[in-house]
């Protein structure tokens, strides 16, 4: 008789995810909406390339439509970066391994590791454990994520700890060619006047270029503003969860590191950390959820030591200060 498949850990995932490659790649719920999202920039990146951009590049060079055929490539690949990445899923602990009873609703206070700062945590009841400082169970793909920022319905995808900064690179790239093809499509039309067209025959003859500059300009103004938001975000060391819950002034805010400049390399250059959750694991050979609480365990105790060093030093120092007044 055959052996049974073996069963990967992908196959009895509880969330909300859709896995492709036999769990290798990690997409959100509905992954169609990064496709519709691709082609929302490729077909007027088409118009623009085909009936736009030969017109300018004539008068301003072959950088044109360099610049054309290559910007589109580059937002719809960072679009899929960010749709197809692990965004910083969390296991899953049984209640045993987190300590038994219910802790539902509960907090506690925790160390900032940056910033040396207290933040609160609340408890996951669906995943078992204390949320580490800045995660969030995401209601929508029903996982804890780690640096959750939010989801994105034009993504598919929710956007954490491993695929922010692909979001923000798609996001910041769009914004760019938006403005590119908004300027090229304008500069088409003056060159239909300047070749002796009349305004209504230049505007007659441009119908593809108004098209294409008007779809640029709506996706510059959505784009950008979100791109100025992000831009906000990074600089304070927030996310968009933690903007819109707790609104942090710069002072009270315990992940701002008092520097504009370092909080955007936290975001920026820090190592992106590989995944959790081995989802193309077999279910046998995983361990990702006994690493994690072992990973919890380490925190805790440590957090435990280092208050209880605290503790130490004031009464020291409060035995100091008596001894000299005595």
């Not at 055929?69 to 899923?89: E, K, M, Q, S």
Request: include cysteine; charged fraction near 20%; glycine fraction near 6%.
């Amino acid at each position: 008789m055959a052996s049974p498949s073996p069963t990967y850990v992908h196959e009895r995932w509880p969330g909300n995810e859709t896995f492709f490659c036999n769990g290798a790649v990690v997409a959100g719920p509905r992954p169609r909406a990064a496709f519709a999202t691709a082609a929302l920039i490729t077909l007027p990146a088409v118009a623009h390339n085909v009936w736009v951009a030969p017109l300018v590049r004539a008068r301003y060079g072959l950088w044109i439509a360099v610049i054309s055929a290559l910007a589109p490539v580059f937002c719809v690949y960072w679009l899929f970066r960010t749709a197809f990445t692990d965004p910083g899923i969390l296991p899953r602990l049984k209640r045993a391994v987190a300590g038994g009873e219910s802790h539902r609703g509960k907090t506690k206070d925790v160390t900032v590791a940056s910033t040396g700062r207290l933040a609160r945590v609340r408890w996951n009841d669906t995943c078992g454990y204390y949320q580490p400082p800045r995660a969030h169970h995401c209601s929508v793909t029903n996982d804890c994520i780690e640096r959750f920022d939010h989801h994105c319905p034009w993504t598919g995808a929710t956007i954490g700890l491993r695929n922010y900064r692909a979001f923000l690179t798609f996001v910041t790239s769009s914004t760019c060619y938006a403005a590119f093809a908004t300027t090229t499509s304008a500069l088409h039309i003056h060159e239909r006047v300047r070749q002796g067209h009349g305004i209504g025959q230049a505007m007659e003859r441009s119908g593809v270029a108004i098209t294409v500059f008007l779809i640029a300009v709506f996706g510059f103004a959505f784009v950008g503003a979100l791109s100025c938001f992000h831009a906000y975000l990074v600089s304070t060391n927030q996310t968009t969860y933690e903007s819109f819950r707790d609104a942090y002034s710069w002072s009270a805010n315990p992940y701002n590191t008092g520097s504009v400049f370092r909080n955007c390399i936290e975001v920026w250059c820090a190592r992106i950390p590989p995944p959790k959750v081995r989802f193309n694991a077999r279910v046998e050979d995983d361990t990702s959820a006994e690493d994690f609480a072992r990973d919890i365990a380490r925190r805790d105790a440590e957090a435990e030591a280092e208050a209880e060093a605290k503790v130490k030093a004031e009464r020291k120092d409060g035995e100091f200060e008596l001894a000299e007044i005595v």
